[in-house]
Structure formats: C-alpha cells, structure tokens
C-alpha cells in the first residue's frame, strides 16, 4: 500500500522558518560560564545541550560535530515543533546523544533523563535521541510507542514498539542495537514493570536512508532526519514500518538537497543562543566578569 504524503500547515522546523542570525553580525561571545557558551534542553529533560567555546569551531565546514552540537539541533527541532503542534508534548520526547551509553551512566551524569514531575519518558508515543557507537559516527534512534511495554498501562494488549536506526552511513551500524536498546528501555523505565519477554522480542529496523556524501557531516544528519520526519510523525512512522510506503525516491522522501543548509543553520542557532546567555550574564550586574 502506497500514500502520498500530505501537506501539512508550516511546522517550526529548520526548513520552513529559516532563523534569524544575531544581530551583531554572529560574533563569537566570551565565555560565561567557564567556557560554556550556549545551553538547551528539551522540554523536560535533565540533561541539557552545553555548548564549549572549543565546540564554536566545528560549526565550520568539514569539521565533525561534538555529541552536544547533535544534540542541541536534535533539541532545536523538538522544541520548534512543539511550539508549532500545540498539545503535542505527550507524543515526544528527545533525550541526549549520550543516552546511546546509558547503561554507563555514573558520576557527573543525572539520575534521570527527566526532571521532577515531567511525564515519564516511556510514557510517550516517540522517544527520539542521537546516538554514537563508535565515537566517530552519529545516527537517530527513534522508538515509537514504547508505552506498550509498560505492564501497568499495556498489560495484555499488542505490543508495537519497534527501534528505527536512521542511519546516513549504512556501513557503519551500530555494534548489536538489540541489547543497546533493551538496557537503554529497562534504564528509562526508572524500576516500572516492563513486559519482559516483549522486550527480548523487542524488532530494530534499519530503513533505507540518504547517505552522506563525505566522512564528516553525520552530525547534521540526525536532525535533519527529526525535522523531516516530524513534519508528518504519523505518516513516516507507517512509512518506517512499512505499513505505508510514502512515494518517491529516498533522497526525495527525505528532503537530502537541504542538508547543505543544516550547518549554516545549525551555526546561527548556536551563535543566536550563545549571544542571549551572553546578554543575560550582562544584564545581571551582580554577578563579576568572568576572568578570561
């Protein structure tokens, strides 16, 4: 079964509301906290985006990105889509590049991948976050309906959740997703009765996706993935299973030709938000000048 994807109102992504650039011509701010110049978070979670004054420079072509920079677009686009999808936080959640390692989590990394009182994070229709196996590769993870694992909420019904790896260098998979994932779901459960033997069965798919033409830009490539499949999640997801194929070419599908613009974008989000945290830390007269 095929489906034409629909066209849907202008959502608040990268590719239909192209930011504004700082209006001092993107100048590189002073460090404000140490050499921290930028933070973001999604809505929610415990684990922000910072961004390092060394970090600036692999905003510049053919330069790999650091798993924050990943992070903090996969973080822009969520954000952007929730102010655009009103009543749509209970669909989505976006969690850190690191997740991919979670199992490892220990000193100098939160509890939880959620703050106090924000809905649990599989309790959501789409878990989406960055994931890096080798630390020379990055690709999307997105595990859609991960609630039909819960036994309190899902207790005999069918269990859909399936693992989606969007991954731009199809000869770089990650090393056995399988028990990644299981270990990285029973972590986010936070001691929640799963169904266990639902999760052993528990299906990783590897779609078809553009691939990148050179060794250096996979950082850009999972946000770009999260924008394009969160301008229709309902009709990618049935694509991504493939219960309805979306027609096209993959590169068509997947809007490939506007990956030449993500670094430029990307760029003048981080340098926007490092001049806000920048002016904020000026406003505030009370706290000393940083010693530089």
């Known amino acids: 079964m095929t489906t034409q ?16 650039p700082p209006t001092s011509g993107n100048r590189i701010p002073e460090a404000v906290e140490g050499d921290q110049v930028a933070e973001l978070r999604f809505y929610g979670t415990s684990f ?11 905003l510049e072509p053919k330069q790999w990105l650091s798993d924050s920079l990943c992070t903090f677009y996969c973080y822009e686009v969520g ?48 878990i989406v976050f960055p994931g890096n196996d080798s630390e020379t590769h990055f690709f999307l993870c997105i595990i859609v309906f991960p609630f039909d694992l819960l036994l309190d909420l899902n207790p005999s019904g069918p269990v859909r959740t399936t693992a989606l790896i969007l991954n731009s260098i199809q000869q770089l998979p990650p090393f056995n997703p399988k028990e990644k994932l299981v270990s990285i779901l029973i972590r986010l459960s936070e001691g929640r009765p799963l169904r266990e033997n639902d999760l052993g069965r528990l299906k990783v798919l590897h779609p078809l996706m553009p691939q990148q033409p050179n060794s250096y830009d996979c950082g ?24 309805e194929i979306i027609e096209g070419a993959v590169d068509d599908i997947w809007k490939h030709s506007r990956i030449r613009d993500a670094r430029q974008d990307l760029k003048d989000l981080v340098l926007a938000s490092a001049e806000i945290q920048q002016a904020a830390f000026d406003f505030n007269t009370d706290v000393p000048l940083p010693v530089l």
């Open 5 to 20: 994807l629909r066209q849907l109102p202008p959502s608040w992504t990268f590719f239909n509301s192209r930011p504004t």
């Open 48 to 58: 922000p985006a910072a961004i390092q004054q060394e970090d600036l420079a692999r």
């Open 79 to 126: 954000n952007a889509y929730l102010k655009g999808a009103p009543g749509r936080a209970k669909d989505l959640v976006i969690l850190h590049a690191r997740t991919w390692h979670l199992g490892s989590w220990t000193h100098g990394f939160p509890k939880n991948v959620r703050v106090k009182g924000a809905r649990p994070t599989l309790e959501h229709k789409y």
């Open 220 to 243: 850009l490539y999972p946000g770009h993935f999260l924008s394009v499949f969160l301008s229709s999640p309902e009709a990618f997801t049935a694509h991504l299973l493939g219960e």
